[in-house]
């Protein structure tokens, strides 16, 4: 039914415009309004806004470029109308808002006439930056500090692209932080006074700013007095004594803590304006006391800037020990008393039983020697120690028996063994006998060679070395004069000494040795390796016909002493430093010259790898390492006479192949 009306309606309004269509001017607004009646509003048309971001609170335009006359034109978001619908004039027309949030716009076309409405195609989007938020929790790690402290104000939470600053309600304070999405603090400092702090956010895009809701408060205070004068009613003491250390002036609003250095000693004390008395307390050591003062407001104590100093004494330590020169002595003679690690300013006296004897010594620390005495008697001495301020008298738990003996019947019988050696061996000294607690010393000549204490048993003094100048004797330690109750008696004969005198290897085995031998006793045994061994009653001794190498020798005289323990080395070399010598020639006919083929070299030179062939170049002999046994036999029978040619390699970068020919001669 009602579209039956709007069609109607639509007819009637033709059949106006149609009869007025006579006038002119008529006739063109009523053709306008004809066209409006058939037309839909233009939906592309452009759309276009002054800024994309905003801050919240600013103002921006969205515009239609060549608005359409007899269109209406309405912002939206979303199914909301944004202010009122403007109408079309042909041109460019604007909207102006304030956007709060960020949102999405179109725009809604209408005819004025027919009331049809369509979306231009053309949305904006405008994205609005929002002031910070003002309801983050705000904390302080120290609301109550002293001038000179410092505390810390926190935020436990931050927004990304904010900046974050104190404000004191006069002056921003520090340099503003940076948000990160988390907590953040800002840096340590040292309020001057009471202040309640804000904090001032800042959007760094927009510069909006907001305060925070909370605020941090802080109590700043005075640090207490520092210049106050403890005293101590003992500064010099016996150790396990107490003494009482007070304070004055002081402050009924600071607590006092006193500190044997780093320690505490008992509980705090408040202030009272007036003296305070810490609790008695027993120093152990000298210390020096301090006190700490920690105001109401206080967070860290101050140092009061003066000390008090114990020095305290300790009693002497009875541990030390008492050492004597000498614990047994002749009658008439002396004995010293000594101190082992002494304490240093402990004065010592020695007490013999009855009385206190000499004048007292005192401790340095180390060991401390008193005036020698001669007692008269067996007697036991003591020592008393006392301490300048510690003046009761302990006695030391070591003490010292000094006994006395005669020695005057004392007769000794000793021996030796062996009593007759080579120079260089040992022997021992023996005593059969002895009596207990005499110390018996033996000497070589004014030397002392060692000491033994009897025990009423015989004595050794074991694995002596004699020289040819020895001259023993046995003395007794326990008097001060030489008391000689023993002299053993050794004889020492000398070695055999060698001199070699050596000729190098010219050609084949033509090197010789000449030995010579002085200080021994003949016959002579003179044992050579490799070799022989040889006896003779003459001195010297020459061996020729020898070959190239290393030779000890040795010498063993009439009274079996020898040359050295080991021998004697010496060598024979190749004369003007050949390193090889090769021979030329081969006599197999067993009359022992040249029977075997002889290749002499030094002895950095390994055994060589040998080959021998025929002059028709066969090998008639090979050996890896040769060792100079070759009888000039092939497959078993001597070869016959004739020459051959050899291969020497010794295999080392020393000496380079050799080559050369051998003639085999005399084979019968």
């Known amino acids: 039914m009602s579209r039956i009306y709007k069609q109607l309606r639509y007819i009637l309004l033709i059949i106006y415009l ?3 269509s006579f006038v002119k001017e008529g006739y063109s607004l009523h053709h306008n309004k004809l066209n409006l009646l058939t037309s839909i509003p233009d939906n592309s048309l452009t759309v276009t806004i002054d800024k994309e971001i905003i801050c919240e609170g600013e103002l921006t335009q969205i515009h239609i470029t060549q608005s359409e006359i007899g269109v209406n034109y309405q912002l939206k978001s979303e199914d909301t109308n944004i202010g009122s619908p403007q109408a079309g004039n042909g041109s460019t027309i ?9 949102t999405l716009y179109h725009i809604a076309a209408i005819n004025a006439i027919t009331s049809e409405s369509i979306s231009l195609s053309q949305t904006v989007s405008i994205e609005v930056i929002s002031k910070p938020v003002d309801n983050i929790a705000v904390s302080i790690s120290e ?3 002293c001038i000179g402290e410092k505390t810390i104000i926190s935020l436990n939470s931050s927004q990304l692209g904010v900046s974050y600053q104190l404000y004191d309600g006069t002056y921003m304070q520090q340099s503003p932080i940076q948000g990160n999405n988390s907590s953040i603090s800002f840096p340590e400092f040292s309020p001057f006074r009471s202040v309640i702090y804000h904090i001032v956010a800042t959007n760094n895009t927009c510069a909006s700013t907001s305060t925070l809701q909370q605020t941090a408060k802080v109590l700043v205070g005075l640090p207490p007095e520092d210049h106050l004068h403890p005293t101590i009613d003992k500064h010099t003491i016996c150790k396990d004594e107490e003494v009482i250390i007070s304070l004055t002036p002081t402050d009924p609003a600071v607590s006092y803590q006193l500190f044997a250095g780093d320690t505490p000693i008992g509980s705090p004390l408040t202030g009272n304006s007036e003296d305070i008395n810490f609790e008695p307390t027993i120093p152990s050591s000298s210390t020096t006391y301090r006190i700490e003062a920690l105001g109401n407001k206080c967070i860290n104590p101050v140092n009061i800037r003066y000390t008090v100093d114990v020095d305290v004494h300790n009693p002497p330590q009875t541990d030390r020990e008492l050492i004597a020169s000498r614990e047994k002595i002749c009658i008439g003679e002396e004995v010293v008393l000594s101190i082992k690690n002494s304490e240093e300013g402990i004065y010592y006296q020695i007490h013999d039983g009855s009385n206190f004897l000499e004048a007292n010594i005192i401790g340095n620390g180390n060991t401390i020697t008193f005036p020698s005495l001669k007692p008269l008697k067996p007697t036991k001495y003591q020592v008393y120690a006392y301490e300048s301020v510690c003046t009761d008298k302990k006695i030391l738990s070591s003490s010292k028996q000094i006994d006395l003996f005669d020695i005057t019947p004392l007769s000794l019988e000793s021996f030796v063994t062996p009593s007759e050696i080579c120079l260089g061996e040992l022997v021992d000294v023996e005593l059969p006998t002895s009596i207990d607690g005499i110390e018996y010393i033996l000497h070589d000549g004014n030397e002392e060679i060692g000491s033994i204490t009897g025990s009423g048993e015989a004595i050794v003094f074991e694995e002596i070395l004699p020289s040819e100048q020895s001259s ?4 007794i330690g326990n008097c001060v004069d030489e008391f000689i109750g023993s002299k053993p008696e050794i004889v020492v004969h000398k070695n055999p000494k060698l001199q070699i005198l050596s000729k190098d290897v010219q050609f084949k085995n033509d090197g010789q040795l000449t030995i010579s031998t002085t200080d021994g006793m003949p016959p002579y045994k003179f044992i050579i390796d490799p070799g022989d061994t040889y006896s003779t009653d003459e001195n010297v001794l ?3 016909n020898l070959a ?4 000890q020798i040795l010498v ?6 020898r040359s050295s323990d080991a021998g004697q080395l010496t060598e024979i070399h190749l004369e003007d430093g050949k390193k090889v010598v090769v021979g030329n020639a081969l006599t197999p006919n067993g009359d022992g010259i040249n029977d075997k083929w002889l290749i002499q070299y030094e002895s950095d030179l390994n055994a060589p790898e040998v080959s021998i062939f025929n002059i028709y170049g066969q090998e008639i002999y090979h050996a890896k390492s040769y060792q100079n046994n070759w009888k000039g036999s092939y497959n078993g029978s001597i070869l016959p006479n004739g020459a051959y040619y050899y291969l020497i390699d010794f295999n080392s970068e020393k000496i380079n192949p050799i080559r050369g020919t051998i003639s085999i001669l005399g084979k019968n």
């Open 542 to 544: 020459e061996l020729d």
């Open 143 to 145: 609301d109550q500090i």
């Open 18 to 20: 149609l009869s007025a």
């Open 94 to 102: 604007h909207f102006t808002i304030t956007p709060n949030c960020s």
């Open 556 to 561: 063993v005289d009439a009274n079996y002493c």
């Open 472 to 475: 023993y004797k046995i003395t």
């Open 548 to 551: 190239i190498g290393t030779y």
